[in-house]
């Protein structure tokens, strides 16, 4: 049995590293470039088997040279692709990433593409694993119908469900009741309470208006400031930990397998925040997103 389970997307990266992410109109000289796995769902589920979770990751892909990419990502990284949709009308995802060399900042677009064409009927082939799971983790990069159908048959069926509500958009009153743990990074939470967050004091306020909406438990992640969890009662303030970040692409998704990882693992939430922390961390110090999921030996 799966102990967790992911449903989101494959995209294959493609990422232009440079002295800056260009303004509009501007060209300028880069000096590295790499295609790799992407996509929040599938680097989550990489962060998850390579901490040492038995993950499942729910997905759809096209039949062409990035859907292979695409299982020879899960096979490396020991995530079975029978959960895998594949289908032959469709493309495969790509990513579009700008990564600022100095900063590790970046700019992405994603086109999902098969993902868009995700529907319940499909879905409801793979239901049952995600019913067997303890955690349920998904994002905002497929189809919403799908998305709230999965978080409500989790939550029937007794699993911790986490919603990654990234890249932010609206999202049905009815989604809160089955949200746990919702995670957004600051720019997605500002787009849910309007409240640009600054300080500890902003994203308490963020916190609370999240909370207000019917979920149980938010943890806001601050990049390089860190993170604040609260769950109206509890209030945890984490400082990131000092790296040398080279490229942050990945971090939230290395935070939020991490998360999931650890709630597995019965921890408590701030034992489960304090790792998730550090692993979002280590993810900022390798060039990429989904290979740079760190191992559970980087830990050490
Ligand atoms: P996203 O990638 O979704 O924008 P964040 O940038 O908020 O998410 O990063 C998620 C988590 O990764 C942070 O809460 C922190 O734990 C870690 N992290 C991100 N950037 C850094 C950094 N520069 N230094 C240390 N930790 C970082």
Known sequence: M????????????????????????????????????????CNQAIAIARLGGKVSFISKIG?????????????????????????????????????????????????????????????????????????????????????????????????????????????????YKYIDFFTPNETEAEFYTGIKITNDKDAKQAADKILNLGIKKVVITLGEKGLFYSDGKEQIYLKASAVKAIDTTGAGDAFNGALAFALSQKKTVEECLRFANRVGGLSTTKQGAGDAMPWSKDLF
Do not use: M, R
């Not at 494959?10 to 260009?22: C, H, L, Q, R, T």
């Not at 700019?107 to 349920?136: C, M, Q, R, W, Y």
């Open 63 to 175: 039949k062409d040279n990035y859907g292979d990419l695409a299982l020879i990502t899960l096979k490396k990284n020991k995530i079975s692709s029978s959960n895998i949709i594949q289908d032959e009308n469709s493309q495969t995802g790509v990513a579009g990433i700008l990564v600022d060399q100095n900063s590790g900042k970046n700019a992405i677009n994603v086109i999902t593409g098969a993902p868009s064409s995700l529907t319940i009927n499909e879905l409801d082939n793979h239901i049952d694993t995600i019913k067997k799971s303890k955690i349920f983790l998904t994002q905002l990069e497929v189809p919403k119908e799908v998305i709230i159908h999965c978080l409500k048959t989790a939550k029937e069926n007794g699993c911790i469900t986490i919603l990654n509500p990234a890249p932010a958009s609206e999202i049905s009153k009815e989604f």
């Open 2 to 41: 799966c102990e967790i389970s992911v449903l989101g997307i494959f995209v294959a990266d493609i990422s232009f590293s440079g002295p800056k992410i260009p303004a509009i109109g501007e060209t300028i000289l880069g000096n590295k470039y790499n295609i790799g796995p992407g996509g929040k769902g």
